[in-house]
């Protein structure tokens, strides 16, 4: 296991055999602490959390990333009020999305998204579960789609399910 380590920031890089089942490293860092259990192979990120693999960037409060399974979970974290804090924040290519909590599956580029809000086009879809699949298409279900960007919007079209094809429909 490789340890860079900054002034406000501790990154681990995955070790050999996983290294080998991934298309390249998986790089990631917390502003708070990083805690990696070696026997599950798995490290969980607290604070400013980031993972980085190849297009793609993860952000939240808490991420736990499964080196042996090759996944991220992520999440926000409740503050002193009851709020919801550092909810994720995913980037992929030009896509990005924010939710409540995902899993994101690295080998096979595939995420699970519970509480989302993304922009397509002119307009913002606010889904309750979301199946993201390899080629970025998205299976929302409890989905409202608005041109309001308030997180609770006043006005929308609501679905039971719809399925979003990112730059065509």
Request: proline residues 2%; glycine residues 6%.
């Amino acid at each position: 296991v490789s340890v860079i380590e900054t002034e406000d920031s501790l990154s681990i890089i995955t070790d050999d055999s996983i290294r080998q089942q991934l298309e390249t490293e998986v790089k990631y860092q917390a502003a708070d602490s990083v805690v990696y259990q070696a026997s599950a192979s798995k490290v969980r990120l607290y604070g400013d959390a980031r993972v980085d693999y190849t297009d793609l960037s993860l952000t939240a409060a808490y991420i736990e990333v499964d080196l042996s399974r090759s996944t991220a979970y992520a999440r926000g974290v409740a503050d002193s009020s009851g709020k919801l804090r550092g909810k994720p924040v995913f980037v992929q290519g030009s896509d990005q999305y924010e939710a409540e909590s995902m899993s994101y599956n690295f080998r096979t580029r595939r995420a699970k998204i519970q509480g989302v809000v993304t922009k397509q086009g002119e307009g913002f879809i606010h889904g309750e579960s979301v199946k993201k699949t390899a080629e970025n298409d998205m299976y929302i279900r409890d989905a409202r789609y608005t041109t309001c960007n308030l997180e609770h919007p006043h006005f929308f079209i609501q679905a039971s399910k719809i399925k979003v094809i990112p730059g065509k429909k």
